[in-house]
Nanobody, 122 residues
Framework: QVQLVESGGGLVQAGGSVRLSCAAS????????MGWFRQAPGKEREFVGA???????VYAHSMKGRFTISRDNAKNTVYLELNSLKPEDTAVYYC????????????????WGKGTLVTVSS
């Protein structure tokens, strides 16, 4: 059973940056596709990006260039760096582990963290 714990959220001013972390335990981290979704109040869960165990990182088109995902297999941790933040980036950011992440849809993904809230003030 894979467990995912996010950290690093909080209040940040527009234009600022924040780095989220997701620590994984259980399973074999190095062979798992890891990624992030986000969910703003009143909206559906939205794909942010995913990093497969082998291959290129993929991003939602609207977030490419501002957001960066990376992973450290030695630490069983995946990161999401958010730059040039806007108030509309305010959301709960969820870490996930599953090859289905590459479909960019939340349906069928087996493992989720509980999320970490990022609030961007204007």
């Amino acid at each position: 059973q894979v467990q995912l714990v996010e950290s690093g959220g909080g209040l940040v001013q527009a234009g600022g940056s924040v780095r989220l972390s997701c620590a994984a335990s259980g399973g074999t981290f190095s062979t798992k596709t890891m990624g992030w979704f986000r969910q703003a109040p009143g909206k559906e869960r939205e794909f942010v990006g995913a990093v497969p165990w082998s291959g290129e990182t993929v991003y939602a088109h609207s977030m490419k260039g501002r957001f960066t995902i990376s992973r450290d297999n030695a630490k069983n941790t995946v990161y999401l760096e958010l730059n040039s933040l806007k108030p509309e980036d305010t959301a709960v950011y969820y870490c996930a582990a599953d090859a289905r992440l590459l479909s960019k849809e939340p349906r069928g993904i087996n493992y989720w963290g509980k999320g970490t809230l990022v609030t961007v003030s204007s």
